[in-house]
């Protein structure tokens, strides 16, 4: 099935400056991948996603990446604000029938104020 | 409040003990999904109900038994549970649940389950 790697576990940047998350996949056939935001005491809500025939997608301070050759994509949060802080999930869609998403392990993001 | 809600929000029961969780939304979403999030690991999809029919049973011991009588509704059986099942038990719900679906989860704050 499909293994989805996160990095990184922890990240903490100053109000301001930009973060980045990075995912990797394995299966070559998924073609959806949604970005979700889990902040304490909630579950996760979906903040964006990208499908494989776009490279690109930007949604105001954020913006996901997708290279299909190297299966890995990014998010990428500009102007980071203290409400910007919370746990990050990247996602795959799966090939086993039903509409299955592979989660990472979720990246803690800190933004100092 | 999103549009699914899981009750209770928080649970103890001990290892003998006979539990439910349920899972309920109002929009209009015909997939619905149970997810174990225990920490340091990835969410682990657990069941997957398309148009009320189990599609996807993820190696889940018997001591879990989803029910789901329509689609708005989704519950979780819990018996003779072990403290390793201690975790937030998501549910989430999409608009779509057929092979290569790319559909967007809406998931619920989670029942915090903890078994003593």
């Known amino acids: 099935g499909e293994n989805v790697e996160q990095h990184p576990s922890t990240l903490s940047v100053q109000e301001g400056d930009s973060a980045v998350i990075k995912c990797t996949y394995s299966?070559?056939?998924?073609?959806?991948f949604p970005w979700y935001k889990q902040e304490l005491g909630k579950g996760p809500q979906l903040i964006i996603d990208?499908?494989?025939?776009?490279g690109e997608k930007k949604d105001q301070r954020i913006a996901v990446t997708l290279n299909k050759t190297a299966k890995h994509f990014s998010l990428h949060i500009t102007e980071t604000q203290p409400e910007d802080s919370a746990v990050y999930f990247c996602?795959?869609?799966?090939?086993?029938?039903?509409?299955?998403?592979?989660f990472g392990t979720g990246t803690r993001l800190t933004v100092i104020p | 409040e999103t549009g699914v809600t899981q009750t209770p929000r928080h649970l103890v029961m001990g290892m003998t003990n006979k539990k439910s969780l349920k899972c309920e939304q109002h929009?209009?979403?015909?997939?619905m999904y149970w997810y174990k999030q225990s920490a340091k690991k990835p969410l682990e999809l657990m069941f997957v109900?398309?148009?009320?029919?189990?599609?996807e049973n993820n190696s889940v011991p018997s001591r879990f038994s989803p029910e789901c009588p329509n689609s708005s509704h989704l519950f979780l059986h819990l018996h003779t549970l072990q403290p390793e099942d201690s975790a937030l038990y998501l549910c989430?719900?999409?608009?779509?649940?057929?092979?290569?679906?790319?559909?967007?989860?809406?998931f619920g704050s989670g029942t915090r389950l903890t078994v003593v």
């Open positions: 929009l209009g979403h015909n997939a």
């Open positions: 109900y398309s148009l009320e029919e189990r599609v």
């Open positions: 990208i499908r494989s025939n776009v």
């Open positions: 299966d070559s056939a998924s073609n959806y």
């Open positions: 989430a719900s999409s608009q779509g649940a057929v092979q290569g679906g790319d559909y967007g989860y809406t």
């Open positions: 996602a795959a869609s799966g090939q086993t029938g039903a509409n299955n998403l592979f």
